[in-house]
């Protein structure tokens, strides 16, 4: 069954490049990023996780750990390690899911049979600390992932949930933000102080410190 935004990630016990690990012990109150990738030793999966290890001092930053998968075996992925490090210039430093048997792929449905074969596609799941799933990406296996986009889309959840406001389209942080329409342009000016009302349910406000 498809997994849709607001609900618990399911739990799975799996084996890694980093040992055995139950999901939701492993996260243990932690953002995570739950990727796949189509297979190891192919080209635009090596940049990926590449970047994402380069990125770990970003993801530390904002309390999310990243964990990848396929249904490669495990020594598949030990032996593909190096490369990771020598192309994204950082050691692999998250672990890899191996999902030969394809039990967590098929729990997240990250087998798409129209896409070529029975490998997983580029599914990205954002899960927060209480394990609800808040954002999902699905790309297809020729088309590389933006990890700037990934690092947005975590700033943007961190913030609405800190503040009632939204981010509006192409918002980069820092940016200014809309006030939520559940709240009134009164409350709105004393808890942000400044508030400019385009129209009545479209109210921008400078990004609140959180
Ligand atoms: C790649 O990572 O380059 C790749 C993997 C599977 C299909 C297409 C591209």
């Given at each position: 069954?498809?997994?849709?935004?607001?609900?618990?990630?399911p739990d799975f016990t799996a084996e890694t490049t980093e040992g055995v690990i139950d999901f939701h012990q492993w996260k243990a109150g932690s953002w995570a990023v739950f990727f796949s990738h189509p297979a190891d030793y192919t080209p635009v999966?090596?940049?990926?996780?590449?970047?994402?290890?380069?990125?770990?001092?970003?993801?530390?930053?904002?309390?999310?750990?990243?964990i990848a998968i396929s249904v490669d075996p495990l020594e598949s992925h030990l032996g593909w390690a190096g490369d990771i490090g020598d192309v994204g210039g950082t050691d692999l430093n998250f672990p890899i899911i191996a999902d030969p048997d394809k039990k967590v792929s098929e729990l997240y449905d990250m087998i798409h049979p129209g896409e070529g074969d029975t490998s997983t596609v580029r599914s990205v799941f954002i899960i927060d600390p209480s394990n609800k799933v808040r954002l999902t990406l699905t790309y297809p296996k020729s088309v590389g992932r933006n990890f700037d986009e990934i690092l947005r889309v975590i700033?943007?959840?961190?913030?609405?949930?800190?503040?009632?406001?939204?981010?509006?389209?192409?918002?980069?942080?820092?940016?200014?933000?809309?006030?939520?329409?559940?709240?009134?342009?009164?409350?709105?000016?004393?808890?942000?102080?400044?508030?400019?009302?385009?129209?009545?349910?479209?109210?921008?406000?400078?990004?609140?410190?959180?």
């Open positions: 069954m498809a997994i849709r935004l607001g609900d618990v990630a999966c090596t940049t990926e996780l590449g970047r994402t290890s380069a990125l770990q001092a970003e993801f530390d930053r904002r309390g999310v750990k990243c700033d943007a959840l961190q913030l609405t949930d800190a503040a009632p406001v939204s981010t509006p389209v192409d918002w980069r942080p820092g940016d200014r933000v809309i006030v939520s329409p559940m709240m009134s342009t009164e409350d709105a000016k004393a808890r942000f102080g400044e508030v400019e009302e385009v129209k009545s349910y479209l109210r921008w406000t400078p990004a609140p410190k959180v």
